[in-house]
Each structure stands twice: as structure tokens, then as C-alpha cells.
């Protein structure tokens, strides 16, 4: 069938809005119509080639739709609404072994060389492959997709609210709840509040944290982070130094520090956040060139800790049922998170305000 998709034609260049070809799903996939899709920081580092990724490429990895047809073997009902993950697992690499699942290797693999599970793309232009982004491609009226990445969600629950529980949700919460086990009455900050981390501060104030300080440079995401349930926020100073002084004035130092912006400095000021025993959680994807030092006396000293987290140590199957029964009881204002809708043709315009940081979530609407 043919679909229309923005496409990215080559790193570096602007999303183009072409017609193309999309073949039926094979076995084991599902053919998704894309309903809502949010605009996340991961395509803009494909766009701007902080993350390595093959072109020409359908990028969006956050949607929600409805499943038309489904491949050999897939036992889940064509009309079913879902959400969409990019992260689903094969069950049998040594990663799925340990359950580590959202670290499966087979997944990892495909995801690098922009085909789906099986290594074929079903994206073409004029009879050229195209390749997909996270196994979704979800900036497209249409996406073939793993059934694995398909978790159904009820009929009550708004597609846009669905689209970001595929990832900047499942992230911000997951880091909290999975990756770092948050209990009730621990101290947390949250550094960068855009949609991973105003979603790791209702996560942290869901799970009954005792504390919860968001730090970020913009005044405005800091209002809504309080107003999400953040007990203080404090305006990054140009130091991280200087700003975790002023986490632990606030704090005492917290059990977890949540950085949510790829920022070398920033994970600093997270892990200086921290009290004995306390965890750096880095979520954010910095360049591939980057390091980031800590001070090493104070880890063996008092134990601190630096944790890596990618998509919250999610398990799909487990953990969206979850987050949509805290959104279904309002423990979890999603909705909260979406500052801006688009059509599919306004996509440009969402990646700007993406780049200016004038955004919490941009959402691309297809109904």
C-alpha cells in the first residue's frame, strides 16, 4: 500500500513528506494505522546525527494506533488499540535469559541496522529500500511493526496519552520504579524536565518519594513540574558544582539523582546530589564522545552509585498496564505532559520548538 511518511533523506537534513511503499506484515508482525505519535529527543539526535542512524529513514518511535492486519503466528485481533513499544524482546538471547529484556540483543541489532526483527525493511521508494527507525516508524499514516512492540490499552484511553507511554513515560517512570526501586520516603531529584523527566518526577511522587526537587534552566518547566507534584525546584546555576550545593541545601542529599538530558556537567551535579548510598541515574543520551567524571573517593567511601537506565528498565507487558491503571485513577496526569499537537505536515515545526526547548511534548495527530 502506499502511506505518507515523513522521511529523513540524510543526517543532518530536514524531514521531507513523501509517499511510500509499505509492504504486508510478515510473521510474527502487525500492521499498525498511526493514530498519535510524540516527537521525542531521540529523533532529534537522529536528525542531527548524535545518534548514528541509517538513512533514508522513517523516524518516531512513540505511537499509538489501531492494528489492521496482522502476520502468520500473531495472536493479537485486528481492531485492537495499542500502544506502541520499540523495545520488545526475543526471549532467547542471553540478556532475555537474565531478564534484562530491555536489553535484548536481537532487538539492539536490528534497531542498528534500521531493519525490523528479521533484517528485512518494508518501507521502499520508487522500488529502493527505506530503512525504520526503533522498529516503529511511527511518523507515517501507516507502520509495519514486531507484535511484540503492540500492548493493547483500554478504549477510554486517548491515543496522544497512549503515544508517550511508548516511550518518554515508560523511561521517566521505569528509571524510577524499575532501575533505581524508588521506595516510599526516599529524597529525589529530577535534572531536566522535559517529558522523560517531568515523567520521573510523577513517578517518584506516585511511588510516595518524601522529596522530590526538580532542576532545570527553564522557569516554566520548573512550574510544571511543581504543579505535577514536585515538593521544591531549583534553576540550574552554569555549574554542577554549585547546583547540587544547592540540592543538598534544600535535601540533605537524595537517594536518587535522575539526569534527563545527556549532559556530561549535568550528570555530574546529579551524582554530587546524591547522599551516602544514593544513586546517579542516567537516562539521557549523550555524544558518543563524551565522558564524565565523578569524584572517586566518595563511591567507595559512601557508596554512592551510578546506574545506567535505557527505557527505565522497562518490560512492556508488565509495566504499560501499570502506568495506564495510575493514568486510569489519576495518579499519573499524562495528559499533562502534551504542550503542543500537530498534523503529520507540521511535523517541521515540532522538531523547532524540539530544538529551542520551547516544548514539553509535541504530539502528531493523524485523525
Given amino acids: 500500500m502506499i502511506v505518507t511518511a515523513a522521511v529523513l533523506p540524510r543526517t543532518g537534513g530536514e524531514l521531507e513528506l513523501l509517499e511510500l511503499e509499505l509492504s504486508p506484515p510478515g510473521p510474527g508482525e502487525v500492521l499498525v494505522s498511526i493514530r498519535a505519535s510524540g516527537v521525542c529527543h531521540s529523533d532529534l539526535n537522529a536528525i542531527d546525527g548524535i545518534a548514528e ?63 525490523l526483527l528479521d533484517g528485512a525493511r518494508r518501507l521502499s521508494m520508487g522500488g529502493e529500500p527505506v530503512f525504520h527507525y526503533s522498529l516503529l516508524s511511527t511518523f507515517a499514516e501507516r507502520a509495519v511493526v514486531p507484535a511484540g512492540s503492540c500492548i493493547p490499552i483500554p478504549d477510554d484511553v486517548p491515543f496522544d496519552v497512549a503515544s508517550l507511554i511508548g516511550c518518554c513515560v515508560a523511561t521517566g517512570t521505569g528509571a524510577v520504579w524499575r532501575t533505581a526501586a524508588v521506595r516510599p520516603g526516599d529524597r529525589v531529584a529530577v535534572f531536566g524536565c522535559g517529558g522523560v523527566g517531568l515523567s520521573a518526577v510523577m513517578g517518584a511522587v506516585a511511588i510516595g518519594a518524601s522529596t522530590v526537587v526538580a532542576v532545570d534552566i527553564a522557569t516554566d518547566k520548573l512550574v510544571v513540574a511543581e504543579e505535577l507534584g514536585a515538593t521544591a525546584s531549583i534553576p540550574w546555576t552554569g555549574g554542577p558544582e554549585e547546583t547540587a550545593s544547592l540540592v543538598h541545601e534544600a535535601t540533605g542529599g537524595v537517594d536518587a539523582a535522575f539526569e534527563a538530558t545527556g549532559r556530561p556537567d549535568v550528570a555530574r551535579a546529579a551524582f554530587l546530589s546524591t547522599r551516602a548510598r544514593g544513586a546517579a541515574v542516567l537516562i539521557g543520551i549523550p555524544p558518543a564522545d563524551s565522558e564524565v567524571s565523578f569524584p572517586a ?24 498496564p501499570e502506568i495506564l491503571a495510575l493514568y486510569g485513577r489519576g495518579e499519573l496526569p499524562i495528559e499533562r505532559l502534551i504542550s503542543h499537537r500537530f498534523p503529520l505536515d507540521g511535523i517541521g515545526e515540532a522538531f523547532e520548538l524540539l530544538r529551542r526547548g520551547d516544548t514539553l511534548r509535541a504530539v502528531v495527530t493523524m485523525e
Fill in 53 to 115: 542512524t541509517p538513512c533514508p529513514a522513517v523516524l518516531g518511535h512513540e505511537g499509538a494506533g489501531v492494528v489492521e492486519e496482522v502476520g502468520a503466528g500473531v495472536g493479537i485481533e485486528e481492531g485492537t488499540r495499542v500502544a506502541l513499544s520499540w523495545m520488545p524482546s526475543c526471549g532467547r538471547c542471553e540478556e532475555c535469559t537474565r531478564d534484562l529484556r530491555h536489553l535484548c540483543r536481537i532487538v539492539w541489532r536490528a534497531m542498528g541496522a534500521g531493519t
Fill in 297 to 320: 573517593l566518595s563511591i567507595p567511601r559512601l557508596e554512592r552509585r551510578v546506574l545506567g537506565s535505557i527505557y527505565g528498565s522497562t518490560v512492556p507487558e508488565r509495566d504499560f
